[in-house]
């Protein structure tokens, strides 16, 4: 039973850290909404989100004020809409977007995901249909966001799939060149994709959840680093053992927030996601997290062994303070919205190479990275690739925000403004992956996925 007592002690974090409620996610099970003709589903999914997201902002801002906890985001997600429109006839799928775009504005929340295919093994026609949309979905919608999965432990990589991923950022971003080809910043590329993720761009309603369910994911870098700083000298174990107990701080809010929110909009409780997702807030940073740890700065030799000692601690204390944790959870890396990342990227210290390695031990993956214009499609894909091998072979989630930025070039910035931030836009290699992409087909998968 929990008991404000639980939070009193966080009075501190909330006024002066940063911590917060990222965000109270909303999904919905869309799969009833299916209908041979396109219109008709798009109107069954307005109607859908619209009843059931109605009081979602209202009991978020209820909650907030109530406790005191800032609720930064009210999101909605829902099921993949590859599957939910399977069996509509001709029509554009770019519709469904829209219809999608009309009820988040409806309800007034922040962002809907779930835009979305699940083709780590193969596509179905639906699946071809929904990728050929996503440039002009991004395009002309405002709070939509898309994600696909290419690849699972279990299935090995669509390399097919793969391939086609880095065509479809390429037109995205050319549609969207007037904004910093921002349409970019809400698609996601996935390894091992979790089904219960409140975070966006990558939010999405898993076929295996309730009906509705609650998914709320907490923050707190600024915490953690505050915490850090209060033990100057310690050793790692010592070290370890702050983050824990603040994990554990930081996540029974989270818990005290999911339980409310969903018991007084008659959902499920789904899970709380512990994940340490920065913001560019002075001192809302991971990159400035691990330099209290030690580094002279982010980037450096060491950064990897840090990194993996902060998700650690994190997952441990926060997995003790909630009943169900899911998502992602840990550190999130994303360079545009971490004031620390992108001083680092500047000084040349931070490299996409080392973003890389640092995602073989934290929560997702190259994230909110932005890359010169005239990158060749192949090269995203094989960026693409490299980052979702990374979760195969080591059977976590893994995953890729590219923002190829139409007519910059590295050493060049790109503005988004707000919780996106803004971003050095970063050289990466030239050489061209092209023949290998060509060859097509899936990668198999490791052999330690047979588990059966």
């Known amino acids: 039973m929990l008991n404000t007592l639980d939070i009193l002690e966080t009075i501190k974090m909330i006024t002066e850290e940063h911590l917060d409620i990222r965000t109270i996610t909303m999904g919905i099970s869309l799969l009833d909404c299916a209908s041979e003709d396109l219109g008709r589903c798009c109107g069954k999914i307005y109607d859908k989100v619209c009843r059931r997201a109605e009081r979602l902002v209202a009991v978020g801002e209820e909650l907030e004020k109530e406790y005191g906890i800032p609720v930064i985001n009210k999101r909605v ?44 093994k193969g596509m179905t026609d639906a699946d071809r249909r929904l990728l050929d949309a996503i ?52 698609l996601v590329v996935f390894a091992n994709i979790p089904e219960d993720n409140p975070f966006m761009a990558g939010a999405y309603h898993g076929v295996g959840e309730a009906e509705c369910a609650i998914n709320v994911g907490v923050s707190g870098p600024g915490v953690v680093r505050a915490a850090i700083l209060r033990h100057p000298g310690c050793g790692l174990t010592e070290l370890a053992d702050v983050i824990k107990k603040t994990a554990f701080k930081i996540t029974r809010v989270g818990q005290l927030i999911a339980a409310e929110s969903s018991r007084r909009l008659g959902a499920e409780f789904g899970i709380v996601d512990l994940s340490l997702a920065p913001t560019p ?7 400035e997290i691990l330099e209290e740890m030690g580094l ?22 926060g997995v003790m303070a909630s ?4 998502g992602l959870s840990g ?20 490299t996409v190479d080392k973003l890389e390695a640092m995602t073989a031990v934290c929560s997702v993956g190259l994230d909110m990275i932005a890359v010169p214009g005239d990158t060749p499609a192949e090269v995203l894909s094989a960026i693409i690739a490299d980052e979702i091998s990374i979760g195969v072979v080591n059977n976590k989630t893994t995953a890729v925000r590219l923002i190829p930025a139409w007519g910059r070039a590295a050493g060049e910035r790109v503005v988004f403004g707000g919780l996106w931030g803004e971003a ?3 050289p990466v290699h030239t050489g061209s992956p092209a023949a290998f992409l060509a060859r097509g087909g899936r990668i198999p998968a490791p052999i330690h996925s047979q588990r059966n």
Do not use: Q
């Open 135 to 186: 440039p002009e979905a991004l395009a002309e919608t405002e709070r939509v966001c898309s994600s696909v999965n290419v690849a699972t432990t279990r299935a090995g990589i669509n390399m097919d799939a793969v391939s086609r991923m880095g065509r479809i950022l390429k037109e995205t971003s050319y549609r969207t060149r007037e904004s910093g080809s921002f349409g970019c910043a809400k």
């Open 77 to 120: 997600s829902v099921s993949p809409i590859s599957a939910v429109a399977a069996a509509c006839g001709g029509g554009d799928f770019a519709d469904l977007a829209r219809a999608m775009d009309r009820a988040a504005a409806a309800v007034g929340v922040n962002f809907i995901g779930g835009y979305s295919a699940l083709v780590h």
């Open 331 to 350: 550190a999130f890396i994303p360079v545009s919205e971490d004031a620390g990342m992108v001083r680092a990227a500047e000084s040349g210290a931070l």
């Open 296 to 317: 002279e700065v982010c980037g450096c030799h060491g950064t990897t062994a840090c990194l993996a000692m902060l998700n650690d601690a994190v997952k441990k204390g």
């Open 281 to 287: 807030a002075v001192g809302d940073s991971v990159a």
């Open 424 to 426: 050095p836009i970063m």
């Open 323 to 326: 009943s169900h944790v899911g």
